[in-house]
């Protein structure tokens, strides 16, 4: 026997509060978008607009300030000091962006002259030196975006043929998509346009095909990842490689909870009890409802702990985990499953009554 701490018989009205979900989604990208253009885009790490990373160890107690206070008159563009491993391991990581092709060794000349002069009394050593150049970051920024892209092209494809049958819809779908993408590569878009490009043309063939399962899906992993954007753009968050990891772990956790409820969706249409389709969606999201939120609290507990005790240095991807597991729990209730009725003409089927009335007359 499963173990369950929501009724399973409970019938809370999901599809009729829609409209104000989607309105509060709305708003919430919407204040991130404004945050991204205040503020010139996203505020790109290292790995993506080029920079110098310098691990120094000291062998003696040294405050995290007093590093920091050092390095404050370098004037090095980016400048981000942070305390790796336990306070008494006495390990710092310093980060500095840059938007030349320079050695790192200029660097590394004045970082050292710098803790030289403002930590007296203290030696370190440089544990590791690494450089990415712009044009490095430039590109590991293109192939993050088509990372996440494909990731939901394939997802889109696997919904449609697994929960609609329409492999052959698919296949069109994804043609169109290519002759679309050829298309702007022959006017030789730039890579991150091209792929928001190649986006929009599958949002629009998922829409036109009536592939309405992976259009909610779609629909709602874009949502997760516009509202976690936002969210680090207005806490003035960097945007690495681990950031992308943890919205790519965010793409598969809030699209498992999908496909839960879809499936629950098409068990329950499988029975023919003649009631339409937003009575059946609120009754599959309530009998999953359970599940959703066991999985998602013990999630986001074991995120928060690491969060709490990580360290610095994951610091950043746990805090994107937090936000993309409570959005991921919220789009799969309110955003995956409804869209399906917004898009789309419900079920034109009487209630199982009416059509017992009928055959018995």
């Given amino acids: ?35 991204l253009f205040m503020k010139g885009g996203p505020r790109y790490g290292i790995d993506f607009a080029g920079g110098v990373i310098i691990q120094a160890k000291f062998n003696a107690p040294t405050d995290i300030d007093t ?7 370098t004037n090095l563009p980016g400048l981000v000091v942070q305390q790796m491993g ?35 009394g203290a030696k370190y050593e440089f544990k590791r030196i690494e450089m990415v150049g712009p044009k490095v970051g430039e590109d590991l920024r293109g192939k993050a975006v088509e990372a996440m892209y494909f990731a939901i092209l394939i997802i889109a494809i696997y919904i449609s043929g697994r929960f609609e049958h329409r492999w052959m819809a698919a296949g069109l779908m994804a043609a169109g998509l290519f002759a679309g993408i050829t298309l702007l590569q022959y006017f030789h878009a730039p890579q991150v346009w091209l792929v928001l490009g190649a986006l929009i ?12 399962y992976a259009l909610g899906a779609i629909v709602a992993l874009i949502h997760d990842v516009l509202i ?19 919205l790519l772990t965010l793409i598969g956790f809030s699209l498992n909870d999908t496909i839960i409820v879809f499936d629950r969706i098409r068990e329950i249409r499988g029975l023919k009890t003649g009631d339409t389709l937003p009575v059946i969606i609120n009754r599959s999201v309530n009998q999953t409802l359970s599940r959703t939120i066991m999985t998602s609290g013990l ?53 199982a009554p009416v059509k017992a009335r009928a055959k018995a007359a």
């Fill in 86 to 120: 336990q306070v008494k391991d006495n390990d710092f990581l310093i980060r500095t962006s840059t938007t030349t092709d320079d050695s790192s060794a200029g660097m590394q000349k004045t970082v050292a002259k710098a803790l030289d002069e403002g930590v007296s």
């Fill in 67 to 73: 590093v920091k206070k050092a390095l404050e008159g």
């Fill in 299 to 351: 999630a986001a507990l074991a995120v928060f702990s690491l969060y709490l005790f990580g360290g610095a240095v994951i610091h950043d991807f746990a805090l994107a985990m937090l936000i993309g597991i409570v959005v991921g729990t919220y789009s799969s209730i309110y955003v995956a499953a409804p869209i399906i009725i917004s898009l789309s003409p419900p079920d034109v089927e009487a209630p």
């Fill in 201 to 212: 043309i599958t949002l629009a063939l998922c829409f036109v095909l009536r592939l309405n």
């Fill in 1 to 35: 026997m499963s173990f369950s701490f929501i009724k399973h018989e409970t019938n809370i009205d999901f599809i009729g509060l829609r409209k104000i979900a989607f309105a509060l989604s709305a708003l919430m990208i919407l204040i991130g978008a404004v945050s």
């Fill in 228 to 246: 976690t954007v936002g969210i680090f753009s207005i806490l003035n968050k960097e945007f690495d490689l681990t950031i992308i990891a943890a």
